[in-house]
């Protein structure tokens, strides 16, 4: 059983910060990548960024200089921090990590937090 809590989603004016920040926990015999999801109302889910443990990054360009995604391995913990939000980055952030357990790999996403811009 794999567990992945999420936080730090709310209600922002257009410009503003939030940090999402996610733990996850469970039957994992090493962690991949974690990484954030979104999904607005009526589009796909899509990436947002993620982070190998090794470190390297990856974003979609919409964020590009105004997201940084960053993790704890020691604590299992992925960060998406959000600068200079807008409206458009209004959606429900779900946070995802894959997995390996025994001689598997696994995709795991967890329930979701809002994030909703204001103009």
């Known amino acids: 059983q794999v567990q992945l809590v999420e936080s730090g989603g709310g209600l922002v004016q257009a410009g503003g910060s939030l940090r999402l920040s996610c733990a996850a926990s469970?039957?994992?015999?090493?962690?991949?990548?974690m990484g954030w999801y979104r999904q607005a109302p009526g589009k796909q889910r899509e990436l947002v960024a993620d982070?190998?443990?090794?470190?390297?990054?990856n974003y979609v360009d919409s964020v590009k200089g105004r997201f940084t995604v960053s993790r704890d391995n020691a604590k299992n913990t992925v960060y998406l921090q959000m600068n200079s939000l807008k409206p458009e980055d209004t959606a429900v952030y779900y946070c995802?990590?894959?997995?390996?357990?025994?001689?598997?790999?696994?995709?795991?996403w967890g329930q979701g937090t809002q994030v909703t811009v204001s103009s």
């Open positions: 469970g039957s994992m015999s090493s962690i991949n990548v």
């Open positions: 995802y990590v894959r997995y390996r357990k025994l001689l598997h790999w696994y995709d795991y």
């Open positions: 982070i190998i443990s090794g470190g390297s990054t």
